[in-house]
């Protein structure tokens, strides 16, 4: 098993192409293999072509257990990013079944394939803040000791993954690390996510000149928003210096409602605006708060955020800024 190299599963999405694009440029004699249903676009990285050449793309889908079993068996990585997943809370409300066997079983495949044949393999299993649930005031900012009580079908099944990540290490030995990863941002970030949405919807009314109106869901829902470098680097740290068997948030330490992005946006474009709250994009449950402390994997790793929130902002209002320039043009 070769020391320098890696498999991302769920490659092709927003932080595979970012994870790619560190290991290009800071590791370039790492072996790079990847998962993914087709191969990527990564519109919003600036060498891209250079990326895809460096990575050994495998289609796989990893609720097969024996492919997954013989691709691992084969490529027997030293280490596994596992970004595969049903990442959307509110889809995770309407496909409850799809998002508990694309974030429970398609883990357990891979952990059990690395306990068969590769058991030196360090696994980073990437989670979610949405695992803490509802929480109170007096419990901010979050820690990773306290209680999980995921709220959603997509947090449930991310305890549910974290779950088997700690019987998979104490049972078996495996050398496993988990994250709790807040709301990490940034520019190709699809749509869907709020940030990006309204990041999209104020670039559409400077280049297109739509109705200054933002629509949103529940804009007094406060969450901690963390760019997509910084994740890229907790990762990184996390796989040379993390403790096995420790989960370790991934976060800014600060929160902001979603009112209070678009008044950032505003105030950063000089663009009054007012806000269109539509109920379909309001959960049956939400988490009102949710901000993190990243004390642990600071002191754990040596990792802390660096970019503000309004560096993050202006970049990927400028990604879609660009693009909504190219599809007019």
Known sequence: MADNTILITGISGFVGGYYSSFLNHTKKDWTIHGISRSKPSWDFLPDTDTILDSVQFHQCDLLDEQATEQLIKEIKPRYILHLAAFS?????????????????NAFLNVAESVRLHNRECRILSVGSSEEYGIVSPHDLPLKEEFLNKPANPYAIARVSQESLATIYTRGYDLDICCTRSFNHIGPGQHQKFVVSSIAKQFASIVTNGTAPAIVIGNGEIVRDFIDIDDVIRAYDAIFEHGRTGETYNVCSGSGHTIAQIVSIYAEM?????????????????DNPVLFGSYEKLMNQTGWKPRVSLETSLSKIYEYWCNRLRDHAA
């Open 269 to 285: 474009l000089d663009l009054p605006v007012h806000l269109e709250q539509q109920n379909n994009l309001v959960r049956p449950i």
């Open 88 to 104: 959307s809370v509110a889809e995770s409300w309407l496909q409850p079944r799809l998002a508990f066997q694309n974030n429970t």
